[in-house]
């Protein structure tokens, strides 16, 4: 259905009612489209429908800011009235995105196909013309294993520390130290309660995107990390992870304590909780992993989510390489 093509044009799908576009006031002035419909009540209806679905709530709230700021925009544009003015709304729209905030491809991309999503969920078909941007498809960034090391070894206890601080850090190392050997998202993490896991098998059942539930691996060194830190911790609530009022952590806490140690590690690259994922990914391929193993640890749906690993590691594609030309 393309409402672009006369000056009065229809919006939705449903022929029994339609809405006249553009729309008048009793004074015989055109309404501009933010009081034609009420986009507050769409977002809220839209954002419901998301949960109900079960998007993870970073989604639900990423795209959530991404409406929002669509809508701000257009709404303190003047002279949108109707689905031609709205389109020429939302171009100009994402080029001030790119031109005023230096946003990447993938960003321009996310917040072409959410704003469509929206607008279509709603029956409202202003961008159907509108095609998708091509995304950047960029090499997940990961560390090397030395790297991983230094990072984990800059949690340091100490004797001059306090019982609150020792406890702290000794929970911060864990952390890393699982981060690395799980895979784990972030948001898997922070979720994580003690009853998930399996000391004698050394597994833990994680529910992650979509609710859906995988089984992933740990080794004999962190479940011996995991051990000692609960007995130490000697807290009642059921999360694995918390802070010393005995909440669960925030991710944000957990990215700025990696960050923090990144630092004092020395390590010039960015570190973030799925820098880490990607590291555990990428060492496993090079350590002669099975992709599809791989795959089922991520909780990837698609095989070629994953797949991206193997052009991560030229180190060892080098190291071929220069062996077969020996």
Avoid at 144 to 155: G, N, P, R
Avoid at 213 to 221: A, G, K, T, W
Avoid at 232 to 237: A, D, G, I, P, R
């Amino acid at each position: 259905m393309n409402i672009f093509s006369t000056e009065e044009t229809y919006y939705g799908t449903r022929k029994d009612s339609p809405v006249l576009l553009p729309s008048y006031n009793e004074y015989g002035d055109k309404l501009h489209i933010k009081d034609v419909f009420d986009f507050e009540e769409m977002l809220e209806n839209y954002i419901i429908e998301m949960e109900i679905r079960n998007y993870s709530e970073n989604t639900v709230k990423t795209y959530s800011s991404i409406i929002r700021s669509m809508i701000d925009y257009m709404s303190s544009e003047e002279g949108v009235y109707d689905g031609r003015k709205f389109l020429a709304c939302f171009k100009k729209y994402i080029r001030d995105l790119k031109k005023d905030q230096d946003v990447s491809q993938n960003y321009i991309y996310l917040n072409t196909v959410v704003c469509k999503k929206f607008l279509e969920f709603n029956d409202i078909y202003f961008l159907e013309d509108v095609q998708n941007p091509k995304r950047t498809k960029s090499l997940p960034k990961s560390l090397t294993e030395k790297e991983v090391k230094s990072l984990i070894d800059a949690v340091q206890i100490t004797d001059e520390d306090s019982e609150l601080k020792k406890k702290a850090k000794m929970r911060d190392k864990v952390i890393l130290e699982f981060l690395y050997s799980t895979g784990l998202r972030i948001s898997e993490l922070v979720k994580l309660q003690k009853k998930d896991i399996d000391f004698d098998e050394r597994t833990i059942r994680v529910r992650g995107k979509g609710e859906k539930d995988r089984i992933v691996l740990f080794d004999e060194n962190t479940r011996d990390l995991i051990d000692n830190y609960i007995e130490t911790q000697n807290q009642k609530s059921e999360y694995l992870f918390i802070n010393k009022n005995g909440r669960k952590l925030t991710p944000r806490y957990v990215q700025m304590m990696i960050k923090e140690y990144a630092e004092k590690a020395g390590i010039k690259k960015k570190v973030t909780p799925h820098v880490l994922r990607h590291s555990f990914a990428t060492h496993l391929l090079k350590n002669g992993v099975d992709i599809r193993v791989i795959q089922q640890l991520l909780g990837h749906s698609s095989l070629s989510t994953t797949q991206i690993y193997t052009n991560v590691d030229m180190d060892t594609i080098k190291s071929v390489y220069d062996h077969a030309r020996e």
